[in-house]
């Protein structure tokens, strides 16, 4: 329906929208205060899902097709490749009819066997106040800045989880599958979590010399920690936040490389409309003179 879509688009929909997912986020906060009042937020908590509920039937309706709602991707063919552009609309759309998808469902919690699930999964509606980092165009900035760097995040994790296999095994069959105390080599899982538990510095001396008193002290046992220690929480993370600040600085430079372009463009194309006046103005003038002249030429015949 066209004709919602002035509606949809215009700055009072989309603050009243703002307005109720900050009222919302706020309730939830409140509800955890009073837990004995869970009949009157069960009625404000119904309001809210019907508005939703509302809002995007009214932005699924203002589409020209409605499957464009839910499009992720635009494909465009340029120098004879296909180029995928990521539809910035189309994920935000998704993660709010995902969202107020679980909040109706969750009012019918009650048909369902265990509907324990589904009554806390409402309240990941409290994530729509990331919503509101659409309103301001230098909140929009920073999104995009965060969203570019993501690859980067998933590189170091998937390095992080590298290390944390190879230091896993390596540990089993260093310790024989023991425990001692907080450092448990157990198995591949125990590892894990105590190698995470070392990368965050939380009792790591405590943990190597507790195994490494049932070696002797051993500087081998000792080594192990340390070196482990060195290349995650040390070397890792510090090249990591180097990286992500290089990329963001990189970030920064382009956009205003991009925007100093823009603006010379802008201007350039303000001198060629001024010149393109001036000489239209010229040509005005020398035309209204012939013209004089020719009266004139007139009169005295």
Known sequence: MKALKPFAQ?????????????????????E????????VFDIIDMSFTFFFVYEIVIRLLAEDYGLNFFKLFYVRKQDGHLNFTMAEDGF??????????VSVI????????????????RLFRVLRVMRLLEVSDDLKSV??????????????????????????IIGIYLFSHHQYQHADFTNLSHAFLTLFQLMTLDGWSEMMYAASDNYNGSWLIKSYFVSFVVL????????????????????????QKFSDKKLSRIEGD????????????????????????????????
């Open 10 to 30: 215009s700055q009072g929909f989309h603050r009243m929208v703002s307005i109720m997912i900050v009222l919302c986020s706020i309730t939830l906060g409140v």
């Open 32 to 39: 955890t205060l009073y837990p004995e009042h869970k009949v």
């Open 92 to 101: 935000w759309n998704w993660f709010d009819f995902a969202i107020v998808a």
């Open 106 to 121: 969750s009012l019918f919690s009650h048909v369902f066997e265990h509907p324990e699930f589904l009554v806390v999964s």
């Open 143 to 168: 999104e995009r800045k965060i969203v570019s760097i993501i690859p980067t995040i998933f590189s170091f994790a998937l390095l992080l989880g590298i290390l944390l296999y190879i230091y896993s």
């Open 232 to 255: 995650t929480a040390i070397v890792s993370f510090n090249v990591f936040v180097a990286v992500l600040t290089s990329q963001v600085h990189e970030k920064v430079i382009l956009d």
């Open 270 to 301: 303000i001198s060629e409309t001024e010149r393109e006046v001036e000489t239209g103005f010229k040509e005005v003038l020398e035309e209204l003179r012939a013209l004089r002249k020719e009266v004139e030429a007139l009169k005295k015949g």
